[in-house]
């Protein structure tokens, strides 16, 4: 509003409020008229004109297998969108910032508040990740977003911990805490941190260290926020019992809306699901029953609806469906709001805050800067659904933290689409599109079912106990693992169009010991100046907030307060849901062709037996090359074998000849020949040649490229062929065989 805002006062007049802005909103959709514009001069095609036309191109491949698109949420693409079929659906009654929120959660998009981006800090030490935090803010981040290790995030100080900034910046003291701190424009910039299943350690340390420099919370704005289901989701365990933990979240609570009430102390977060291979349905559902279920308990221990509403902050990933992301986005504020109004809560509290992130699952090891790409469409779904605040990870996060270049790469695409883009302007860019409208429906639909089986089982815990969520991601994980064995699923650079000249990226991994040497001396060094035993008196109760930050501030370390705060209770158990990224098994094959070649030397050797000219040959030959090159292995390239003028068939004896001469001057013999020209060529060619081939080298495995017709695969396989190379294929089974035979794996 503050654009209104200016304008009224530079004109004399009263500021307009948001509901004065409804309501003159409300009204002129009902005076504006806008001019009519026909389209006579075109003739608009029927639908069976549209079918005829199509049918024309497919040249006989069936429309409706071809046409129609179904995905993992179990929703069919459409070949086209008409509105006359959607309509009905349009969301015509409803601005951006009113009723259910589908078009967004402020009137103005981001026209006034563009979206917060928060790039990950994760230096080990507090120092540099200070410096990193202030770094990111100066090329153009908007939010300090701050990543702990899990040493850090489990309550346990360095000397302690098995392994210090795995994922994050190691925290032990309030030292360390005012040294991260230390001159952020925190008035300014909001605050992110996940703190993992319990928040209290992290806001008691971060207002101790705020304290201890003349600051408070109070007017800091963000999200410092635990989620204790995802953790039990993720390592299948909880560090203490449900009980406890919700009455952690309890006091969190209390204690932020009193003392630091634009700080949301709950971050209810999807990545335990998409990590996992969950398709969009199941990470909305899920996420949102774990959020009604601390609804539930926070209102068993008397927190508000409106306090929850206050607190509460949720992440959500972005995958590889362009359009199925956007209108999940949109979606889920729509079943949010639906969820809070069934509370009773009050419109201006159905609202929900949405960080957003680059899906890690969809990420690959292989071929790492294809991963810029991926972020690219991710990031702008995400933009065009409407996120609050988003992260665009560095493209090599798989590989290791990011460094100057794959931060400032990750960075300037938040700063290009607000920039150079215009992404700030349009408020719900797909509101009104045809397709994007139809799935936002459909998905709606989707979640709330899925949803309403979590409450039918009495809620997430005992769903998660029953192990359902479990068994629906896991049968998701295993159709998209199929789906990228038979190559319907394309990941560019791994098991499509593999890069043979790639040069891997240096891990650059840390010196893990030498980090917690270092972090250890540093916390003895500060500890030896406290006074143990008035500590031991401060550690006596530290349930509430209030008494950790008290502790924190007489210099007790984060591991103490948790030691101290942790009851001896029966802990949850649950079976995890393990994280992936969707492309691990194809890189696990090539890293053992890898491993092999490494070792011994030596690889699948690949000769391509190409009949007749290039233009003949050229197409199934580079179909297989990239199809065996999948696996990293060896094939050799030649321009295809043709008769000497006079001498049918003499095209087979060079082929032979040149099989038989084997990979080098010492003849050592291929392992692999694919036969390859066309259907037309084939009956005269694999009858005559197959059995040639098999008996110059009757070890090798012999493929046809191309999928043999029905009536035709009996007569090839008699000939000698062992298996086809063809769209069809299993692409992974393939490899892995040949893997096998080789000796490369058991």
Known sequence: MADEQKIAAVEG????????????????????????????????PSWDEWVEACNALLKG????????????????????????????????????????????????????????????????????????????????????????????????????????????????????????????????????????????????????ALKGAGKDLQGVKGVIGADPLGELIVNGKSSTSLNALFDE???????????????????????????GGANAVQEVAYTFASAVEYIREMQKRGISLKDIAASLYFAFNQGANFFMEIA?????????????????????????????????????????????????????????????????????????????????????????????????????????????????KQIVEKIWAEFQKIEGMGGMVKALQAGYPQEQIAK???????????RKDRAVGVNMYPNMTEE?????????EALKKQRAAAVAAYVADIDTNFVA??????????????????GATLGQVAAAGCKAEEIETITPITAHHWTERYEALRFDTERYMKETGKNVEVFLANMGPIPQHKARADFSTSFLQVGEFNVHLNNGFQDDEGKPGSRYE???????????????????????????????????????????????????AGAAPKDLEAIYLAAGVDDFISVKANCFATLKKLQQKKGMIE
């Open 654 to 704: 060079k082929c032979v000849a040149a099989l038989k001469a084997g990979i080098d001057d010492k003849g050592t013999p291929y392992d692999v020949a694919v036969i390859c020209s066309t259907d037309k060529t084939y009956p005269e060619d694999v009858p005559a040649l197959a059995p040639m081939l098999k008996a110059a080298n009757p070890n090798m495995t012999l493929f046809l």
């Open 61 to 208: 491949a069936p429309f409706d297998k071809v046409m129609y698109t179904k995905n993992y949420e179990d929703i069919t693409f459409d070949p086209i969108y008409r509105l006359k079929e959607t309509d009905a659906i349009l969301p015509t009654d409803d601005y951006p910032g009113m009723g259910d929120y589908l078009r967004g959660a402020t009137l103005n998009g981001y026209v006034h508040e563009p979206w917060g981006i928060a790039q990950a800090c994760d230096e080990t030490l507090p120092a540099d990740n200070n410096e990193l935090l202030k770094e990111e803010i100066a090329k153009g981040s908007t939010v300090y977003h701050i990543k702990l290790d899990t040493a850090t995030m489990n309550g346990i100080d360095a000397k302690d911990a098995e392994k210090i900034g795995d994922v994050g910046v190691n925290v032990t003291t309030v030292e360390d805490m005012s040294v991260l701190l230390n001159g952020l424009k925190l008035d300014k910039y909001p605050l992110m941190i996940y703190t993992g299943a319990g928040a209290k350690g992290i806001i008691a340390l971060t207002e101790a």
């Open 537 to 554: 008196g401060k550690l006596a109760d530290v349930a509430s907030v209030e008494a950790a930050i008290e502790a924190f501030s007489n």
């Open 476 to 486: 998701t994980l295993d159709e998209r693992f199929k789906a990228l064995e038979l």
């Open 328 to 440: 999940k986005l949109r979606a889920l504020r729509q079943v949010w709001a639906a969820i809070m109004e069934a509370f009773g809560a009050e419109e201006a509290d159905r609202s929900i805050m949405v960080h957003g992130r680059s899906s890690r699952f969809t990420k690959t090891v292989i071929d790492p800067y294809v991963n810029m790409l991926r972020n690219c469409t991710q990031t702008f779904s995400g933009v065009v659904g409407g996120v609050n605040t988003y992260e665009n990870p560095p493209f090599d996060e798989l590989i290791r933290k990011g460094d100057v270049f794959s931060r400032r790469i990750a960075r300037n695409l938040h700063v290009m689409l607000q920039e150079e883009f215009g992404m700030l302007c349009p408020i719900d860019p797909a509101g009104g599109s045809w397709a994007v409208e139809s799935l936002t």
């Open 249 to 275: 979240m309890a006091e969190t609570i209390k204690y932020t809306r009193e003392h630091a009430p634009l700080i949301r102390p709950v971050y209810v977060r999807s990545d335990c699901f998409t990590d």
């Open 13 to 44: 007049e009263k500021p307009m409020t948001d509901q004065e802005l409804e309501a003159m909103l409300r009204k002129s959709e009902n005076v504006t008229e806008f001019p009519e514009v026909t389209l006579d001069e075109f003739t608009e």
């Open 504 to 512: 891997p990226l240096e891990r650059r991994a840390e010196d893990s």
